[in-house]
């Protein structure tokens, strides 16, 4: 027969010579794993704790009249320090400088930054390699962006090729128009491919990279918002571009028809007729001359034009 293994029943015995001069209060006393956990715990966060002092000098106290951030670019294109590329854009393009030497900052090409606190110039990137300061709280290592206001809830959109702010959830690209667009107008904006690549048609500022806000209007084509207010302020309202109304008329046009109304012509235009079109729907309508207005047969808009006759 095979060997069997044999289990024993008598209780172990232990030989506690080694523990002799270890007395009761030093068994207590003995460290546990979780007072360790505890310490480097502790630690852990002490040092954190630091690291995040460390980043957190000069929130705020840095930066030009664009970004409050805490560090300075080098340009690619001039081998200059500036705060900012609007800052480079704005002394490079100023009427002083020779017009052949002007150019704006290729941003996406800004290898090397400055920190503000320290002086280190560096490889872009969030945290300076020397002092460990955060150079912005908002970090794009695709635009090259610092800046500490993260207030203005930027964020990159990967569509435009560019940061914008006001939050993305509020905003969504259109790919035709090319630009971002309010999630109000998601469902209801006509679309204008390019619709922001172009200059304001009042002030002649670009567009696309403006700081100032822009507004859709309602024929599809973009303008700075300042610069409607000042229109309306000047009692223009067509769209400066298409002619097209920028708002809802309905109740000027009311007044139009009041103002004819009580303005009988004389009689030898009394059965003048005229050829119009229509700025707002584009159709062409032959209506009865008035000094006043021509009113659009089909939209009912006073905002039209002769066309012949």
């Not at 109000?184 to 670009?206: R, T, Y």
């Not at 859709?216 to 309202?237: A, W």
């Not at 000027?252 to 119009?276: C, G, H, R, S």
Request: aromatic share 8%; charged share 25%.
């Amino acid at each position: 027969m095979g060997e069997v293994a044999v289990m024993h029943s008598e209780p172990l015995q232990f030989d506690c010579n080694d523990m002799k001069h270890m007395t009761e209060k030093d068994v207590y006393n003995l460290p546990s794993n979780e007072e360790h956990i505890l310490e480097e715990e502790s630690s852990q966060s002490t040092n954190q704790k630091k690291i995040n002092e460390l980043q957190e000098r000069g929130y705020m106290e840095y930066g030009c009249q664009h970004y409050r951030r805490r560090c300075r670019i080098r340009a690619p294109c001039c081998n200059e320090i500036f705060d900012c590329r609007h800052c480079h854009n704005e002394t490079k393009n100023n009427i002083n400088i020779d017009q052949k030497h002007r150019h704006d900052i290729p941003r996406h090409q800004v290898k090397q930054v400055i920190c503000s606190l320290c002086g280190t110039e560096q490889e872009v990137q969030q945290n300076c390699i020397n002092c460990g300061v955060c150079m912005g709280k908002y970090y794009c290592g695709t635009c090259k962006l610092f800046d500490d206001d993260v207030s203005k809830q930027q964020y990159h959109c990967s569509g435009c090729g560019i940061c914008r702010t006001g939050g993305c959830e509020n905003f969504f690209h259109c790919y035709k128009c090319g630009c971002c667009y309010s999630t109000l107008l998601k469902n209801s904006h006509p679309c204008v491919e390019g619709a922001m690549h172009h200059d304001c048609p009042i002030c002649f500022e670009f567009l696309f990279e403006s700081l100032n806000d822009v507004t859709v209007l309602l024929c599809g084509h973009t303008i700075h918002k300042s610069c409607l207010k000042e229109m309306r302020e000047h009692f223009q309202y067509a769209c400066p571009l298409c002619s097209k109304s920028v708002c809802d008329m309905s109740k000027v046009w009311e007044k139009f028809d009041l103002e004819i109304a009580a303005t009988p012509m004389p009689e030898q235009y009394q059965n003048k007729m005229v050829w119009i079109l229509c700025n707002d729907c584009g159709k062409t309508s032959h209506v009865q001359f008035h000094l006043v207005a021509q009113k659009c047969l089909n939209c009912k808009s006073y905002n039209t034009r002769q066309t012949r006759g």
